[in-house]
């Protein structure tokens, strides 16, 4: 009787999970491995795939302007994950002050409310806000005495006008993330740092970064694997110029894939990218066991 009770328990707890289990054999363990095919192969969608062996692997070590768009994606990282980490922490810690919980309701919506706008809409709009003749922003610099700048023209402003644009369009997913750390957070403890005489410095330092640290973590590995993979920002504001200037990795592929149709070597380039922000997140999990708190007595 046991026996069967624990074969049933088996087969009812498969069940809840096939839909799981189909669900990521159809949409991510049976894309992994025709990537892991094809990038052996030339293919072009409208030919057989052809078996070349390590073409691809020769291609991609040769292709120089592949480490073109990985130099231009490590700069998206350097600039957006602290960006996103740092300024994301500033607004919830200001957002989480002894104010009113509508003011609170308020600006989560402020923040938030981007995140969830389309992002092929919003862009248009920011183009002509970037814009160098017309656009809002060289208006108001002007104001100040500042020339026009070239923002989706210069290689160096391409940047900063991306920069802007994940700012307004993507903190509110780290805020959040922080927000609801910070309000996880058990007020005895302040109450009790407050009674024993330490100042808000040492409270923030002593109490909230160890507290929020498990957050702080989650939000680096997620900052940080979306700006490896920055594929909207520099194709709907720069398109990925000028020139060459702001392509990403993820662009270039789309390109190798989409326009030029070489889905064989676009694949070697996809797992690529995949080894390396594999390689970056286990290096993030296993430095975090000496910073990452997740104590909560």
Known sequence: MGTYRKMSNTVV?????????LFFVLFIGEPVVATLYLSFTKYNVITPAKWIGF?????LFADDRLWLTYGNTLKYVLI??????????????????????????????????????TSAAVAVAWQFIFSKDFGI??????????????????????????????FWK??????????IGLQSIPAALYEAAEIDGANKTQRFFSITLPMLSPTIFFVLVTTLIGATQIFDEPY??????????????????YEVAF???????????SLSLFLIILCVTVFQFSISKKWVNYERD
């Open 55 to 59: 073409d691809n692997i020769k291609h």
């Open 259 to 269: 326009q030029h149709h070489e889905m064989g070597y676009a694949s070697t380039l």
């Open 137 to 166: 922003l060289n208006f108001l610099l002007s104001k100040f005495g500042v020339s026009p700048i070239a923002w989706m023209q210069s290689p160096q402003w391409v940047y900063v006008a991306v920069a802007i644009y994940s």
């Open 13 to 21: 707890g498969l069940l809840f999970l096939a839909p799981a289990l």
């Open 170 to 179: 993507f903190i509110g997913n780290a805020f959040l993330y922080y927000l």
């Open 236 to 253: 709907l504001i720069t398109s990925g110029g000028p020139g060459d200037a702001s392509r990403s990795v993820n662009m270039y592929i």
């Open 80 to 117: 957006l994950t602290p960006m996103h980490a740092i300024l994301g922490l500033l607004i919830a810690l200001a957002v989480n002050r002894n104010i009113g919980k509508g003011w609170k309701y308020l600006y989560r919506t402020i923040f938030y409310f981007p995140v969830l706008a």
